[in-house]
T-cell receptor, first 113, second 113 residues
C-alpha cells in the first residue's frame, strides 16, 4: 500500500516569493493534517481536514498561509509571501479518522533565503 | 503550560542498556496516546500505541498512568538502530478546536557501541 506522498521534497526560495506544497494521503483516509516542524521540536498542527472540510485551522497564519482539499483527497498548502521564519519542514499526515493512527509523508523541507 | 512535555535529552546509552523515557500531559480528558519514532531528517513513524493496561512489543514496553497523567516508554537491550528521537503524542480535546493531536518535543536517544 502506498504511503502518504508529498512533493516537492525540498524547496529553496527567496523571501517574499510564493510557495506551494502538495500532499496525497493514503487511500481511504478521510482525515488529513498539515504540520510544521522546526529543528529540535515536535510537529505543530497547522490545519486538519475531515474530507474536504477544514475542521481545525486555528494555528494556521491566515495572513500568508492557505490550504485546500477540494475533492477530499489530495491537498495543497500555500505560503504567500514567504518569510525567513517560514523555513522548516512541512509534514502532511493522514488517518482513517481523527482517533486513528496518523501516517506521515516524508515532508517538504523549505528554506527561505 | 504545554499540552505534552518530554525531557529532550539527549540520552546516550551503551548497547544492551535499558532506557526509559517519560512524558506528561496536561489534559486529563485525553483519549489516546502514542509513541512515534523519528530518525534524523525523516518523518515520524508510529512505534506503538499506549493502552491503559500497558503494552509490550518485543523490547519496547509502553505504560500509561492516567492518575498522574504520564506515559512511559521502556527500551530493553538497546541496539544501535534504536538511535532516534522518540515523540510522545497525545490525542486531546482542545479548548476551541475539538479533537487534536499534540506532539512532545521529542527525546533524543543515541546508543553507543
Amino acid at each position: 500500500e502506498a504511503g502518504v506522498v508529498q512533493s516537492p521534497r525540498y524547496k529553496i526560495i527567496e523571501k517574499k516569493q510564493p510557495v506551494a506544497f502538495w500532499c496525497n494521503p493514503i487511500s481511504g483516509h478521510n482525515t488529513l493534517y498539515w504540520y510544521l516542524q522546526n529543528l529540535g521540536q515536535g510537529p505543530e498542527l497547522l490545519i486538519r481536514y475531515e474530507n474536504e472540510e477544514a475542521v481545525d485551522d486555528s494555528q494556521l497564519p491566515k495572513d500568508r498561509f492557505s490550504a485546500e482539499r477540494l475533492k477530499g483527497v489530495d491537498s495543497t498548502l500555500k505560503i504567500q509571501p514567504a518569510e525567513l521564519g517560514d523555513s522548516a519542514v512541512y509534514l502532511c499526515a493522514s488517518s482513517f479518522s481523527v482517533w486513528d493512527t496518523q501516517y506521515f509523508g516524508p515532508g517538504t523541507r523549505l528554506t527561505v533565503l | 503550560r504545554k499540552e505534552v512535555e518530554q525531557d529532550p535529552g539527549p540520552f546516550n546509552v551503551p548497547e544492551g542498556a535499558t532506557v526509559a523515557f517519560n512524558c506528561t500531559y496536561s489534559n486529563s480528558a485525553s483519549q489516546s496516546f502514542f509513541w512515534y519514532r523519528q530518525d534524523c531528517r525523516k518523518e515520524p513513524k508510529l512505534l506503538m500505541s499506549v493502552y491503559s493496561s500497558g503494552n509490550e512489543d518485543g523490547r519496547f514496553t509502553a505504560q500509561l498512568n492516567r492518575a498522574s497523567q504520564y506515559i512511559s516508554l521502556l527500551i530493553r537491550d538497546s541496539k544501535l538502530s534504536d538511535s532516534a528521537t522518540y515523540l510522545c503524542v497525545v490525542n486531546s480535546i482542545g479548548k476551541n478546536t475539538g479533537n487534536q493531536f499534540y506532539f512532545g518535543t521529542g527525546t533524543s536517544l543515541t546508543v553507543i557501541p
